[in-house]
């Protein structure tokens, strides 16, 4: 198990993800428990990142409960189809949003949060979870985002 995660200096973003992907699957690596691996991961992207918020709701009873997380406090609880997250759930697929005012319903757990990218995981072909990272800046998600989060979401969803 990894202790300390090795950043690449380079401002490219892209740089960034192909230094910290490999690593996050290293932290995952023989470790069974997915509260501890998300905990980690999240972790992992807002130290390499610089990420406002990044963290994880899980599909439970009907409704995205609040997972690990790293940043400020955020929303508990967020029914199906509401906001950015629950719009991920229910149709299935990334959403990036380059300003969460203009975004239909968003739910702003904080005024600091201008864009934000989630991303569902799938178990048995039914979101389990998503991934939720927020910028404190306006357009700050792009395709190289989805491209090497989505590779994230892959290494969990081999664990979950």
Partial sequence: MAENLIIAPSTDKAD???????????????EPDLVANLSNIAAALRQTMNYFWVGFYIVKNKELVLGPFQGPIACTRISFGKGVCGACWKEKKVIIVQNVDEFPGHIACSSDAKSEIVLPAFKNDEVALVLDVDSDRLNDFDETDKLYLSQVIGIIENVI
């Fill in 16 to 30: 960034r993800y192909k230094t910290l992907v490999p690593q996050i699957e290293a932290l995952v690596s023989g």
